[in-house]
């Protein structure tokens, strides 16, 4: 299953990169986590405080994996936790809802085996990714703090003794996206795991974006987006660095990879004058990933970058059009005003509106991004441009569960099961224009490309033979 991140790595960087979820398997098989200087670090705490991991509960591989974090509590208590607390999000998202409290079995089941060798493992919070912990691109705070709460202060709306129990019981007022924090308390009712000066806290989801707000409230001295009451002196390190500009964080248990060389800096250095434009939930897309990982700008006289704000409170479902309009305005503009050889977007709707299982709203969703595109293709028509047309991965385009042979799933009611995941279908890519020259047309000789090999075919398209190792183009050039 692909997903946002490395899927626009890819389109920005012609070529595919060993990324998070691939380089935490190295390191865990391999077992140089532990020999880092990220663990090492983190380890100073083991002898009298304790190591806090949060993250994602969930097998999805999108944000996190499960297995990962059964081998990073194993592999710490072998190396000196001698007290853990797991505070988890629920996913639903990547993942069927409802899944949640299968995962948290296994992990309670995990951290029963630790405590039977006389490590004082147990979980401490909850909360569903989309409502505890889990924003990005600084779109709500609120959903940090109520992590932050419950995970640094022990406090939260709801209290229980049991973990499986806390997930069952709030799944009747929400899904396993929304449910609301919730902490772990004694026989006295009072939190089992809060963060204190002297403990060591792990960042355990490999993607970035929905780590970058958390870490900031961990890490930064000098913070204001909420008041965080207390602030613990503490030893954090990220599974891996989340924001390379901002270093952030500053200690990590797995090195990112090394992403040089993207076709905007060439571009850029070669004069190609870019704007990239989306709103708020896939800024970062069309710039930070887009750039390898990279905040800012390679020049900033040829560049320009627009974030529009998303819609922030409510879930996308009941704002479907979301920004598609505001972007395809501003790209309009942009393409009119004649300023930019390169006008870059990310319309969101397919994918944020897909991710709730609103089959209804979806498709408001999906004719919301028609206009936007129309609207850029108009302009593209006026001013005798090329437009290059494709995705980063499905999720729309399919929104039933199925089985096997490729047919729906219904549960006991008779309902349709919902898929609220991305797809592993293909993306279709479209080419066209009226500045395209005569004879461009796509080969047939490359049967397995993807996202990858459009970095190539876009430099083509600006007049640029792509470098020697990226990922070869879509298209030649044929003889009428």
Known sequence: M???EVGHNALGAGRIFAQGAKLVDLALASGKIYEGEGFKYISESFEKGTLHLIGLLSDGGVHSRLDQLQLLLKGSSEHGAKRIRVHFLTDGRDVSDGSS??????IENDLANLREKGVDARI???GGRMYVTMDRYENDWDVVKRGWDAQVLGEAPHKFTNAVEAVKKLREIANDQYLPPFVIVDEHNKAVGPIVDGDAVVTFNFRADRMVMLAKALEYQDFDKFDRVRFPKIRYAGMLQYDGELKLPSHYLVSPPEIDRT???YLVYNG???FACSETVKFGHVTFFWNGNRSGYFNPELEKHVEIPSDIGISFNLQPKMKALEIGERARDAILSHKFDQVRVNIANGDMVGHTGDIQATIVACKAADEAVKMILDAIE???GIYVVTADHGNAEDMVKRDKCGQPLYDKNGQLQILTSHTCHPVPIAIGGPGLAP??????DVPDGGLANVAATIMNLH????????EPTLIQVVDN
């Open 382 to 384: 006026q001013v005798g």
């Open 439 to 444: 004879g461009v047309g796509f080969r047939n």
């Open 463 to 470: 007049g640029f033979v792509a470098p020697n190792d990226y």
């Open 272 to 274: 190609i004058s870019t």
């Open 101 to 106: 409290v299968g995962f948290v079995e296994t």
């Open 124 to 126: 401490a919070s909850g």
């Open 2 to 4: 692909g997903n946002s």
């Open 263 to 265: 076709s905007d800096e």
